[in-house]
């Protein structure tokens, strides 16, 4: 009985050393992840903005047309035709697509990290 218990002593402070390592190696790396995923979740939604199309003609027409309902009343004010957006190709819709879906991924990658801080 000596022997086991001896055994299982040690193993305990065996077990207890490489835990703690263990812990102390994947602590340090999960508190990177957040920082780096919220770097990159940064850059990406910047891209993401800049290739947006260019809606100012369209806010322009809308805040003119605003004004001249505003300065008239409620007397309807001359139709002001809207510019017509343009079409996206096909290389376009999949860079966006693409860009939505790493700062989805991006995202994710920081949630998961979080909640394997906290558990």
């Known amino acids: 009985k000596d022997v086991r218990s001896h055994f299982w002593k040690t193993y ?4 207890e050393e490489v835990d703690s390592e263990f812990l102390e190696r994947y602590n340090g790396d999960i508190d990177i992840i957040p920082t780096f995923a919220g770097l990159f979740s940064a850059v990406t ?32 004010p001359q139709s002001i035709t809207l510019p017509q957006p343009a079409g996206y190709s096909s290389s ?19 949630f998961g990290a979080i909640l394997g801080k906290q558990w």
Request: glycine residues 4%; aromatic residues 8%.
């Open 12 to 15: 305990e402070v065996v077990a």
């Open 45 to 76: 939604t910047s891209f993401i903005i800049a290739s947006q199309p260019n809606t100012g003609e369209t806010t322009n027409a809308l805040l003119t047309q605003l004004i001249l309902l505003a300065a008239n009343g409620t007397s309807v």
């Open 92 to 110: 376009n819709v999949w860079a966006q697509s693409l860009a939505y879906a790493s700062l989805l991924l991006s995202l994710f990658a920081a």
